[in-house]
């Protein structure tokens, strides 16, 4: 298969703050959800178009502005599903616009000292980062979801404390054994994970 996607546009550097809203991202949704057929059947894919098809745009994160944005992603187990629901609603309530949002299941987990899956739903949202009251929001959440047995992403956190990691990742001490093992002098550590474990 053809992982290599084409580009179809750039988009443009000159994206002001608070052009990303809910009215905009409305406006897009309803744009994308009405572009495509009821129906449709025998079409082929590549995987990139199908699973990556913000590639077909070079720097499209230029879309959030200067201020940027912050990807959230977590995980919680099926009896915590409502979680989901809540996020979105929660996030609602303070006007931050998601222009990706994806679901997606996971399978069982696997012996992973810092493995992310486990049995369940997982949600990521794109949100611009510059939304009042959003770190306060998202703290509040990353509580909930570990009081019900799930975990916020490491590959793309940038804000969760080290209590919520420590608490919702449980081998975390495993890992630690290891890398104190084959790495004493902590050479090979990076800046996420000196925020995590306060070094």
Do not use: C
């Not at 546009?9 to 009405?34: I, Q, Y």
């Not at 879309?63 to 995980?75: A, C, D, E, H, L």
């Not at 997982?122 to 980062?129: E, F, G, R, Y």
């Amino acid at each position: 298969m053809d992982y290599d996607i084409k580009a179809l546009t750039t988009a443009p550097n000159l994206f002001p703050s608070g052009l990303l809203n809910r009215f905009t991202v409305k406006t897009f949704n309803e744009a994308w959800f009405r572009k495509h057929p009821k129906l449709k059947y025998g079409e082929s894919q590549n995987i990139g178009q199908f699973f990556y098809p913000l590639d077909g745009i070079n720097n499209w994160n230029r879309i959030y502005g200067p201020s940027g944005f912050i990807q959230y992603q977590f995980v919680v187990p099926d009896k915590a599903s409502y979680l989901i629901k809540k996020t979105l609603e929660n996030l609602r309530n303070i006007s931050a616009p998601s222009f990706l949002t994806v679901l997606k299941r996971f399978g069982e987990k696997n012996p992973g000292y810092l493995s992310f899956p486990i049995a369940g739903w997982t949600l990521a949202i794109d949100i611009p980062s510059n939304i009042k009251n959003l770190n306060q929001e998202l703290s509040n959440l990353d509580k909930e979801i570990v009081s019900e047995g799930g975990r916020i992403y490491l590959a793309k956190d940038s804000r969760q404390s080290p209590e919520i990691f420590r608490e919702s990742y449980q081998r975390l001490d495993d890992w630690l054994e290891v890398k104190r093992e084959l790495d004493p002098y902590e050479i090979f550590m990076s800046d996420s994970f000196r925020r995590l474990l306060k070094i």
